[in-house]
């Protein structure tokens, strides 16, 4: 569908966005603007940029009218992030809604909920990696439970190796909380994603309901009337065929309209049987129908 690509689309502009950031503040850390380890940062920023990288390689090759693109993009997106957070956690929680904002253009519930379950995924994991391999937060370490002043001037505390007790405290403490808000962005991706959906359902049935017959099912007069102006007015072999119905107006008045209407279902479905790509059927009017054909010749006359 066209949203889907419209939205695949934008994907690919937001993992491209994503590394323009990535690369900004990893230059800036080069400069000393900021202060995160060095060796962290270009290690964290190397293997992501160069997923990132792969991913819009294969989406140019690929093109984006693909329906695996999307779950290729939500997934390098969420995994992205995730890799960058096991290095450095900092800011990076900021980021971890982004790929609901992604899935939430695909009006798909079924892509917001893939979304939260790699999400809750890759989290728990790279919470558990950032504690041992990464800049985490203090409270990570320390498992402070209040705020800083309560542990007077200085905090001396003792690193626990990564053990089961460890990973235990921080699924509980630091990767489950985030899983439930987590939540509320999935309730909210899908929600978004549902209205949208609708929005787009509606818009597709008023669009054909302008230009449709809604007894016949043919192009309408006022369909009729746009393709005369904007598009055979410039082309040539041209074929056009006028049809009405004989006696109509006495078939409605002594056999009844039900009838009549019957009679007008008939002549419409025999055209609609020889519509193409090159021939189209239109009613005008009551018991009135044209038939437009491009690269008409006379012996398809």
Same mark, same amino acid.
Request: glycine letters at 4%; hydrophobic letters at 45%.
């Given at each position: 569908?066209?949203?889907?690509?419209?939205?695949?689309?934008?994907?690919?502009?937001?993992?491209?966005?994503?590394?323009?950031?990535?690369?900004?503040?990893? #230059?800036? *850390?080069?400069?000393?603007?900021?202060?995160?380890?060095?060796?962290?940062?270009?290690?964290?920023?190397?293997?992501?940029?160069?997923?990132?990288?792969?991913?819009?390689?294969?989406?140019?090759? *690929?093109?984006?009218?693909?329906?695996?693109?999307?779950?290729?993009?939500?997934?390098?997106?969420?995994?992205? &992030? $995730?890799?960058?957070?096991?290095?450095?956690?900092?800011?990076?929680?900021?980021?971890?809604?982004?790929?609901?904002?992604? $899935? +939430? @253009?695909?009006?798909?519930?079924?892509?917001?909920?893939?979304?939260?379950?790699?999400?809750? %995924?890759?989290?728990?994991?790279?919470?558990?990696?950032?504690?041992?391999?990464?800049?985490?937060?203090? @409270?990570?370490?320390?498992?402070?439970?209040?705020?800083?002043?309560?542990?007077?001037?200085?905090?001396?505390?003792?690193?626990?190796?990564?053990?089961?007790?460890?990973?235990?405290?921080?699924? !509980?403490? #630091?990767? #489950?909380?985030?899983?439930?808000?987590?939540?509320?962005?999935? $309730?909210?991706?899908? @929600?978004? +994603?549902?209205?949208?959906?609708?929005?787009?359902?509606?818009?597709?049935? +008023?669009?054909?309901?302008?230009?449709?017959?809604?007894?016949?099912?043919?192009?309408?007069?006022?369909?009729?009337?746009?393709?005369?102006?904007?598009?055979?007015?410039?082309?040539?072999?041209?074929? &056009?065929?006028?049809?009405?119905?004989?006696?109509?107006?006495?078939?409605?008045?002594?056999?009844?309209?039900?009838?009549?209407?019957?009679?007008?279902?008939?002549? +419409?479905?025999?055209?609609?049987? %020889?519509?193409?790509?090159? !021939?189209?059927?239109?009613?005008?009017?009551?018991?009135?129908?044209?038939?437009?054909?491009? @690269?008409?010749? *006379? $012996?398809?006359?």
């Amino acid at each position: 569908m066209e949203y889907e690509i419209k939205a695949n689309q934008y994907g690919a502009k937001s993992i491209a966005r994503s590394m323009l950031i990535l690369v900004s503040m990893w #230059f800036l *850390n080069e400069i000393n603007v900021f202060i995160i380890d060095k060796y962290l940062m270009r290690y964290a920023s190397a293997i992501v940029l160069s997923i990132w990288m792969a991913t819009l390689i294969i989406i140019r090759i *690929n093109g984006v009218e693909k329906k695996w693109i999307k779950y290729l993009e939500l997934t390098t997106e969420v995994l992205g &992030v $995730a890799i960058v957070y096991v290095f450095i956690s900092y800011h990076v929680t900021l980021v971890i809604p982004l790929p609901f904002l992604m $899935a +939430a @253009n695909y009006q798909d519930r079924r892509v917001s909920i893939y979304t939260y379950v790699i999400s809750v %995924i890759c989290i728990c994991i790279s919470v558990v990696l950032n504690y041992q391999y990464g800049l985490c937060d203090m @409270n990570m370490v320390a498992f402070t439970k209040g705020v800083v002043w309560d542990y007077g001037e200085t905090i001396v505390q003792k690193v626990e190796p990564l053990t089961s007790d460890i990973v235990g405290k921080i699924l !509980l403490f #630091f990767a #489950f909380p985030r899983c439930l808000i987590l939540t509320l962005y999935a $309730a909210i991706a899908s @929600n978004i +994603a549902k209205s949208g959906k609708e929005l787009h359902i509606h818009r597709e049935k +008023a669009e054909k309901a302008s230009k449709t017959d809604e007894m016949t099912d043919l192009a309408n007069k006022n369909e009729y009337l746009r393709v005369l102006k904007e598009e055979f007015a410039i082309k040539k072999h041209v074929g &056009v065929i006028f049809i009405d119905i004989n006696d109509l107006k006495k078939v409605n008045d002594e056999i009844g309209h039900e009838k009549g209407d019957e009679m007008i279902k008939r002549i +419409a479905k025999s055209i609609k049987y %020889i519509e193409d790509e090159d !021939l189209k059927g239109y009613r005008i009017g009551g018991d009135e129908f044209v038939i437009l054909m491009e @690269n008409a010749s *006379n $012996a398809r006359l």
